[in-house]
């Protein structure tokens, strides 16, 4: 039964809801020890105590935080493509699994990475203005990490790439759409905020499913101007090529006439890296969970 005018619109807001909160929960509970090392961090009497939580955080989140956020973004990715009817708890749970090893590998990597950042800057940070560029380019690269690292969950969820290509695309669109970067950054900074300043209640379930709506449709919209252009440059070549081979027929030369430049292949990549997204079970490199349509 379809409802239509206000009470269609009050169904709408209503069924949203309560899929956002539905996958935020999901979320929180997957990532609870988290959550519980946060809380401490609320408790903290001292510096040090502070900071001996907040490396507990860091070394905990690879195995919880990054597959449960993983999972979430799989949710998020059917909705934002069409599938708003897919099974909650089916499609969670099976990117979860599916994707626990990629995204644990991906989380020990920014960990590593935001740790070696976070020293440099606390180490520029106590020195003179003489080396204020420096802390500028660590803080710079902070800010791409940061990005980068939701663009690394969307990626895993949508395409078939190995660990390091994620990683690379994520770091590549993140620095080659600076607009689109410091929007999501500063969305996601405003859900933040409001989550732990204002409305708590937020946290356990809104918070993260609104920075994963916010971010794969970023993403999704940088993808999607990718593959257009990858389609006009395919299209550029093969005119290029045919008129190449007519050319070429005309003359009744044997060496082909007209060619593409050699700098111009036939077919250019849907991401930034150079290398093409790996073809899923059924053929299709731009959907990596089309497995996962089942439903309940």
Known sequence: MEFKGVMGGFYRISEWIMRLSVINVLWVICSIPVFLLLLMTLQSESVDQLMSTLVLIAAVSPFTLFPATTAMF?????????????????????GYKENYVQSMLGGLIYVLIGAILYTNLRFYGSQTSTIGVLKFLVLSLSVILSV???????????????LFQIIKNSILISIGNPIRSIFMLVANG??????????TFLIPFFMG??????????????FAKIQEKQQKWAEEAEEKA??????????????LQGAPDADEPLQREALPDGKPAEPGPDGDANSKNEKNDGRA
């Open 74 to 94: 799989a949710v998020v990715r059917k909705w934002l493509t069409g599938e708003e009817d897919a099974p909650l708890l089916k499609t969670f749970f099976r």
């Open 190 to 199: 405003i859900i933040l905020y409001i989550s732990f300043l204002k409305f």
């Open 148 to 162: 980068s690292m939701f663009h690394f969950f969307s990626i895993t969820v949508h395409l078939h790439m190995k």
């Open 242 to 255: 045919a008129a190449g081979k007519k050319d070429d027929s005309d003359s009744g030369d044997s060496q």
């Open 209 to 222: 499913s609104l920075m994963a709506v916010v971010s794969f449709w970023n993403f999704n919209f940088i």
